[in-house]
């Protein structure tokens, strides 16, 4: 609504992270908005090299050639805490992670789902794209398939971590390795493959797709750094956080 003061929420763009990183930065970061240290909200906006995530709701069939297949191809396979199946994270795809106080925002979880439903069709809508819902499925659609993918986690106290992926130009042929979010003859779509009337790379996706996102949660966005919110890169080899 026009004229009412709405609380920020601080979003960096962080380039290319590996997922192991960026799931030990969300974990840091819900700490630190419980006990203080992080006195708003936080957007990290970023792409992945090739992973597969495998979701607590996820089954063996949904990797029909196993984790050691997915590997061979060249990416890496991490079992995660989060809601859903299994899906792909790679170059040319926008991924979003809020850590946002949900009691903070006055939404519940499944109102938290269909706000970040709503913030990237909007942004499909800026580009030219036609997207929806499609129940009783979570995530974003078009006619060709699946444009986005959401999943979250709750943590017991009351905040959000994992997120969203937007397929902007990424490799759709590596969705067929895998039962995409575990949906049986469901195929994934991208904004390029969709006729998007601009750029599709993560890079120029973020800063609108922010804008959304943070009105949609009721959120003002104010820009940051990796440097500010103290986030580091170090990651020490052959460790994997415990499911």
């Not at 006990?35 to 995530?53: A, C, F, K, N, W």
């Not at 580009?127 to 986690?153: N, Q, S």
Request: net charge neutral; charged share 20%; glycine share 12%.
């Amino acid at each position: 609504m026009a004229g009412v003061w709405r609380p920020p929420v601080r979003v960096a763009w962080c380039g290319r992270v590996p997922y192991r990183t960026a799931w030990r930065w969300q974990r840091e970061l819900a700490e630190a908005r419980f006990d203080g240290r992080q006195d708003s909200d936080i957007l990290l906006l970023m792409e992945h090299p090739p992973v597969y995530t495998m979701g607590r709701g996820g089954r063996a069939e949904h990797v029909p050639g196993g984790p050691a297949a997915l590997r061979a191809a060249g990416a890496d396979y991490v079992e995660v805490d989060r809601g859903g199946s299994v899906t792909y994270h790679g170059p040319g795809q926008l991924v979003g992670y809020p850590i946002v106080q949900l009691a903070g925002i006055e939404m519940d979880a499944i109102a938290y789902l269909r706000a970040l439903e709503e913030a990237l069709i909007d942004r499909c809508g800026l580009l030219g794209v036609e997207a929806f819902r499609d129940p009783p499925y979570t995530g974003v659609w078009h006619a060709t398939g699946k444009l986005a993918a959401i999943g979250v986690r709750l943590n017991r106290r009351g905040i959000t971590y994992h997120g969203f992926a937007l397929n902007g130009q990424v490799d759709l042929a590596a969705f067929e390795r895998i039962v995409p979010c575990g949906i049986e003859g469901r195929t994934a779509a991208s904004l390029d493959r969709c006729g998007a009337t601009g750029p599709c790379d993560p890079a120029a996706l973020a800063p609108a797709t922010a804008a959304f996102v943070a009105h949609a949660l009721g959120l003002r966005p104010v820009d940051t750094t990796e440097g500010a919110l103290e986030l580091d890169r170090a990651e020490p080899a052959g460790t994997a956080p415990a499911r």
